[in-house]
């Protein structure tokens, strides 16, 4: 009989070669949900406002459209998008907002 540790490890080795062999998810396999809550969820942790912002998602291409307060966020929105999973077009069409 094969002790208890040594089939834990064989199981978790056997396990670990399948998924490390299994195809990772591609861009298609995304789906248009999952991308937007990507997005959304990596605005917010970035630190920024989405009080003027909409998120759309479809078939690849990802939008982000409206306003925030200066060139850095532009610029990390445009980053954000082009490294999400899933997004084969990176559409963004923020503006800066100017004082008044």
């Not at 445009?78 to 503006?95: F, Q």
């Amino acid at each position: 009989m094969v002790p208890a540790r040594v089939s834990v490890f064989a199981m978790l080795l056997v396990m670990a070669v399948l998924l490390a062999c299994a195809p990772a998810a591609t861009k298609a396999q995304i789906s248009d949900a999952g991308v937007k809550a990507k997005i959304l969820w990596e605005l917010r942790a970035e630190g920024i406002d989405l009080t003027h912002l909409t998120v759309e998602a479809h078939g690849g291409a990802a939008t982000v459209s409206g306003l925030v307060p200066n060139r850095a966020q532009q610029r990390r929105i445009h980053d954000l998008l082009i490294r999400t999973p899933g997004v084969e077009e990176a559409i963004e069409n923020v503006a800066v907002e100017t004082p008044p």
